[in-house]
């Protein structure tokens, strides 16, 4: 007599894909940015975030060393995510100003497509600490965009679209009126993020671009 369980086909635990370390990391880090959003930073665990991404608590511990690296490296996953968004399909070889006008514009909307994940950063950026207390991730964080947006800016010097002055002063000037525009823009659910870009970037490139 046959057995019924070898001819009923493969269980479902049987059929299920596997993810990859990267794929579960991703799970991780989406659900500590929603738990960090929902209950504050001060009140996430790693078995609230476990329980979120559906997983064993002991497979958190075997990607992040603690509670602490696992908020390092979310930021650093949810900026590359921001920063990726941004950027998909801008056109570069735009003349600057319209560039500017563009990531100001794409920032804005993300206030409002992903005000999760960047209120998660928020929370971590002011919340982490080192062993003494300091704030761990302070304004050097910012180097690389500064860079980035100094390219950007002498491009735009060497065109004769961008006036001549220092280009570290602006890009620094140019991410925090980006910044500024986030914060307000999450406080601020009933604000056009539309209207609001086109604002901040008619202010800004008023004293940028060359006359």
Do not use: C
Request: glycine share 6%; net charge neutral.
């Amino acid at each position: 007599m046959s057995n019924p369980a070898a001819s009923s086909g493969p269980s479902p635990r049987a059929g299920r894909q596997r993810l990859s370390a990267d794929q579960r990391r991703g799970q991780v880090f989406a659900a500590t940015a929603d738990a960090i959003a929902t209950n504050g930073y001060a009140n996430v665990t790693l078995t609230e975030v476990a329980r979120r991404a559906g997983i064993a608590k002991g497979l958190v511990w075997h990607y992040f060393s603690d509670r602490d690296d696992l908020m390092q490296q979310t930021l650093t996953h949810l900026g590359n995510r921001i920063r990726d968004a941004v950027v998909d399909d801008l056109d570069v070889s735009a003349p600057a100003p319209a560039v500017v006008r563009e990531v100001i514009r794409r920032t804005a909307l993300l206030t409002r497509t992903h005000r999760a994940e960047l209120d998660a950063m928020a929370q971590i950026v002011q919340s982490l600490r080192t062993a003494d207390g300091r704030q761990r991730i302070t304004v050097r964080a910012y180097d690389a965009t500064y860079g980035e947006h100094q390219r950007l800016l002498i491009r735009g010097q060497t065109e004769g679209t961008i006036r001549s002055a220092d280009p570290r002063v602006m890009a620094v000037i140019y991410q925090g009126a980006i910044d500024a525009m986030i914060g307000y823009l999450q406080d601020h659910p009933d604000v056009d993020p539309e209207a609001e870009a086109q604002a901040v970037a008619d202010v800004l490139l008023s004293g940028f671009t060359a006359r």
